[in-house]
């Protein structure tokens, strides 16, 4: 469980898991391309917010907000 | 016990509670059988367990070293060949919980090495978690956490892109929540996640 942990953190145990895949020769799929939101969000400054704000990523993509007064 | 970090501030309270202070990782380890090493990255892991002031300059046949941190499990199984030289046993013991698991005592520790020395170790596991796991050799405790975390991760990115999909078709997130968690869509990240994201509380370190 990842619960509480930063978007940085998350971001270097995936630079651990892609790498050590590639050290093996196994494809990694959903785990390379989830590395590259997590990197959208740190792009888009979110390095130290918990992993929750990945939502964030998305919402700016779609132009809509989740949660907050409107919902 | 006896403690070190290159913040002062961090051992003050085990101080304040008995704990003696030395100056470096190798101050540690030369008063020591068993040493922890808990950090952020695998180069901070090969400063403290291999460097100029490490761990391996003054531990000595027998001893232990527990290497704690979220690293390369290759990088663990080089620096376990180092002190093999030596005569001193690794383990790669990553924990999982987050700081309210630390806190509580109530981590799960992941455990990779030789049986003997997992058996010789084990009650200091237990004194920080609840569930703790011997998995295999070497490096393999690192694997076990990596493939729990790569879940957890791949988990949020569908999560936050189903909940935005469900917005744009115009459902209430609220229900969304409310329908999914008892439903075949559920899941712990799911349950941990979305709350989390209906409230806007994005402030990490397990204040949940």
Partial sequence: ?71 | MVVHDINPARVAPLVAAGAIVEASAEAVAAKCHRTICMVETTDQAESVILGENGIIQSAKQGDIVLCMSTIDPLAARRFAERLGAKGVTMLDAPVSGGTHGAAAATLSVIVGGLAETFAASEDLFRAMGKNVFHVGGLGHGLAMKLINNMLGQIATVAIAEALVFGKKAGLDPHKIYEVVRVSTGSSVQFENRVPRMLARNFVPGGHD
């Fill in chain 1, 1 to 71: 469980m990842c619960r509480g942990g930063t978007i940085d953190i998350s971001y270097k145990d995936q630079e651990l898991e892609t790498t050590f895949a590639k050290q093996l020769g196994v494809p990694l799929l959903l785990a390379n391309v989830t590395q590259q939101v997590y990197q959208m969000a740190r792009a888009a400054g979110l390095n130290k917010e918990d992993g929750s704000s990945i939502i964030k990523v998305f919402e700016r993509m779609a132009g809509v907000t989740i949660g907050g007064d409107d919902d």
